[in-house]
């Protein structure tokens, strides 16, 4: 033997590496858990937002929450401008539907309150008006599908007659609608 085999009492397999050691468990390589699309879009979205003067993008998002369904479809918030190196006592720029800037006027003290109660603090110390398109904000109520005009079961049929709440009854019929004769949903 060789003077560097003396020393070792470790035992070399084959692949060249110390027998009797266990494989470590698997590590991320960066770290960190995974993160979910929701809570990445703020931090997506951000630059943008603050190049139109959007310090926080949720008064865009949170609009018609703000401001009442009536006047978030005929106004919405285009930009908010604060003095140099200030977070607070901004200007806030809305486009108004042309008809209804006079109704957008009278309300203007109301708007700049919820907006500083949105925010939590004195954000908007002034609002400006514009006139222009207003896109209407996004219904909440999603379409309904047609209803199938595949028969209900007959043994099936009866039995849900029965039943008083017609949502209830209507979401049964559909299921029942996609029953096979061996009972399986297709």
């Known amino acids: 033997m060789g003077e560097a085999d003396m020393g070792s009492d470790k035992t070399i397999g084959k692949a060249g ?59 919405s918030p285009e930009m908010i401008r604060f003095p140099p190196g200030e977070k607070s006592d901004g200007i806030l720029e809305l486009v108004v539907l042309p008809a209804h800037a006079p109704l957008i006027q009278q309300v203007l003290a109301e708007i700049m309150e919820r907006v500083n109660t949105f925010f939590g603090y004195r954000a908007v110390a002034r609002i400006k008006l514009r006139q222009g398109a207003v896109k209407p904000p996004a219904s909440k109520t999603t379409a309904k599908s047609p209803p199938s005009l595949k028969p209900i079961p007959m043994e099936l049929g009866d039995s849900l007659r029965d039943i008083g709440d017609p949502e209830l009854r209507a979401v049964l019929e559909s299921l029942a609608r996609g029953l096979d004769t061996k009972g399986t949903v297709t």
């Open 17 to 75: 590496r110390p027998r009797g050691k266990t494989a470590k468990p698997y590590e991320r390589p960066r770290g960190g858990q995974a993160k979910a699309i929701s809570d990445l879009m703020p931090q997506i979205g951000r630059p943008a937002f603050r190049r139109f003067g959007f310090v926080q993008s949720s008064i865009v998002s949170r609009w018609p929450e703000i401001v009442g369904d009536a006047h978030a479809k005929v106004c």
